[in-house]
Protein backbone atom coordinates (compact mmCIF):
# COMPACT_ATOMS: atom_id res chain seq x y z
CA UNK A 1 0.00 0.00 0.00
CA UNK A 2 1.57 3.16 -0.69
CA UNK A 3 0.66 5.97 1.33
CA UNK A 4 -0.17 9.91 0.52
CA UNK A 5 0.43 12.95 3.24
CA UNK A 6 -3.09 12.50 4.46
CA UNK A 7 -2.93 8.87 5.07
CA UNK A 8 1.01 9.61 7.00
CA UNK A 9 -1.26 12.43 8.97
CA UNK A 10 -3.77 10.02 9.79
CA UNK A 11 -1.46 8.02 11.55
CA UNK A 12 0.63 10.49 13.14
CA UNK A 13 -2.30 11.23 14.90
CA UNK A 14 -3.76 7.96 15.64
CA UNK A 15 -0.16 7.39 17.39
CA UNK A 16 -0.33 10.31 19.21
CA UNK A 17 -3.46 9.86 20.80
CA UNK A 18 -5.07 6.45 19.29
CA UNK A 19 -8.86 7.30 21.73
CA UNK A 20 -9.32 9.81 18.70
CA UNK A 21 -12.74 9.79 17.32
CA UNK A 22 -13.03 9.45 13.45
CA UNK A 23 -14.30 13.15 13.51
CA UNK A 24 -11.18 14.22 15.65
CA UNK A 25 -8.79 12.56 13.28
CA UNK A 26 -10.44 13.74 10.49
CA UNK A 27 -10.41 17.78 11.57
CA UNK A 28 -6.95 17.06 12.27
CA UNK A 29 -6.04 15.79 8.84
CA UNK A 30 -8.65 18.56 6.72
CA UNK A 31 -11.01 15.84 5.96
CA UNK A 32 -14.64 15.26 6.88
CA UNK A 33 -15.75 12.28 9.01
CA UNK A 34 -16.57 9.79 5.73
CA UNK A 35 -13.55 9.76 3.82
CA UNK A 36 -11.15 9.68 6.68
CA UNK A 37 -13.05 6.33 8.60
CA UNK A 38 -12.79 4.48 5.13
CA UNK A 39 -8.78 5.84 4.83
CA UNK A 40 -8.56 4.55 8.41
CA UNK A 41 -10.05 1.39 7.84
CA UNK A 42 -8.23 0.61 4.46
CA UNK A 43 -5.01 0.79 6.96
CA UNK A 44 -6.76 -1.41 9.19
CA UNK A 45 -7.16 -4.22 6.40
CA UNK A 46 -3.62 -3.24 4.67
CA UNK A 47 -2.28 -4.16 8.41
CA UNK A 48 -0.32 -0.79 8.08
CA UNK A 49 -2.73 -0.07 11.62
CA UNK A 50 -1.59 -3.26 13.25
CA UNK A 51 -3.93 -2.71 16.56
CA UNK A 52 -5.39 0.47 18.99
CA UNK A 53 -3.28 0.47 22.32
CA UNK A 54 -2.71 2.46 25.15
CA UNK A 55 0.12 3.30 27.26
CA UNK A 56 0.24 2.96 31.07
CA UNK A 57 2.18 5.15 33.38
CA UNK A 58 4.07 2.59 34.48
CA UNK A 59 4.09 3.85 38.40
CA UNK A 60 0.73 4.06 38.72
CA UNK A 61 0.23 0.74 38.03
CA UNK A 62 2.71 -0.45 40.27
CA UNK A 63 5.65 -1.55 38.13
CA UNK A 64 8.16 0.59 39.07
CA UNK A 65 11.19 -1.71 38.49
CA UNK A 66 12.62 -2.34 35.44
CA UNK A 67 15.10 -4.95 33.77
CA UNK A 68 16.68 -5.21 30.36
CA UNK A 69 17.80 -9.26 30.49
CA UNK A 70 19.81 -10.79 27.81
CA UNK A 71 19.42 -14.09 27.39
CA UNK A 72 21.55 -17.18 25.60
CA UNK A 73 20.22 -19.77 24.74
CA UNK A 74 22.20 -23.43 24.06
CA UNK A 75 21.21 -24.34 20.81
CA UNK A 76 19.56 -21.72 18.72
CA UNK A 77 17.63 -23.26 16.32
CA UNK A 78 13.93 -22.70 15.07
CA UNK A 79 12.15 -25.42 17.16
CA UNK A 80 14.41 -23.97 20.18
CA UNK A 81 13.29 -20.31 19.01
CA UNK A 82 9.59 -20.96 18.81
CA UNK A 83 9.67 -23.37 21.90
CA UNK A 84 11.28 -19.81 23.47
CA UNK A 85 8.94 -17.41 22.58
CA UNK A 86 6.30 -19.50 23.34
CA UNK A 87 6.88 -19.61 26.74
CA UNK A 88 7.84 -15.51 27.10
CA UNK A 89 4.56 -14.99 25.75
CA UNK A 90 2.97 -16.35 28.97
CA UNK A 91 4.76 -14.52 31.48
CA UNK A 92 3.38 -10.97 31.70
CA UNK A 93 6.12 -9.25 33.32
CA UNK A 94 7.64 -9.64 30.26
CA UNK A 95 6.66 -7.05 28.26
CA UNK A 96 8.96 -6.73 25.07
CA UNK A 97 11.07 -9.80 23.51
CA UNK A 98 13.55 -8.74 21.14
CA UNK A 99 15.91 -11.21 18.43
CA UNK A 100 19.57 -10.52 18.41
CA UNK A 101 22.64 -11.47 16.47
CA UNK A 102 26.16 -11.73 17.84
CA UNK A 103 27.11 -13.32 21.23
CA UNK A 104 23.13 -12.87 23.21
CA UNK A 105 20.03 -14.38 21.22
CA UNK A 106 17.40 -12.20 23.00
CA UNK A 107 17.06 -8.81 24.85
CA UNK A 108 13.71 -9.22 27.12
CA UNK A 109 12.41 -6.25 28.95
CA UNK A 110 10.83 -6.31 32.41
CA UNK A 111 8.57 -5.11 34.40
CA UNK A 112 7.52 -5.88 37.78
CA UNK A 113 6.56 -3.99 40.96
CA UNK A 114 9.75 -3.13 43.40
Same mark, same amino acid.
Given at each position: ???????????? &??? +? #????????? !??????? *? /? $??????????????????? &??? +? #????????? !??????? *? /? $???????????????????????????????????????
Amino acid at each position: MKLDDIDIKILE &AMQ +D #NAALSVAEV !AEKVGLT *A /S $PCWRRIRNLETAGVIRKRM &AIL +D #NRKVALDFE !ATVMVKI *A /S $PSRENHAFFMEKVQVIPEIVEALTLSGDYDYLLRVMTPD
